[in-house]
């Protein structure tokens, strides 16, 4: 049991990209590295910054890499 754990816990099993929080935009950046629903694994809103720097609201993608 504890070699099938090794051997997911792989650092470079899980992918993150960062994209405008846009539908379009979020669907754009998916489609250009490939990735598919099923490798998925969470969408998470990043709040936009106002105060100190301007940063537009963004996704957090994570995903499984191949």
């Given at each position: 049991?504890?070699?099938?754990?090794?051997?997911?816990?792989?650092?470079?099993?899980?992918g993150?990209?960062?994209?405008?929080?846009?539908?379009?935009?979020?669907?754009?950046?998916?489609?250009?590295?490939?990735?598919?629903?099923?490798?998925?694994?969470?969408?998470?809103?990043?709040?936009?910054?106002?105060?100190?720097?301007?940063?537009?609201?963004?996704?957090?993608?994570?995903?499984?890499?191949?």
């Amino acid at each position: 049991m504890a070699a099938t754990a090794l051997k997911t816990n792989r650092a470079a099993a899980i992918g993150e990209i960062y994209t405008e929080a846009g539908i379009e935009a979020l669907n754009a950046a998916l489609a250009d590295r490939g990735i598919g629903a099923d490798r998925i694994i969470s969408i998470l809103p990043v709040a936009a910054e106002t105060l100190m720097s301007a940063k537009a609201a963004q996704f957090r993608v994570l995903y499984r890499a191949i």
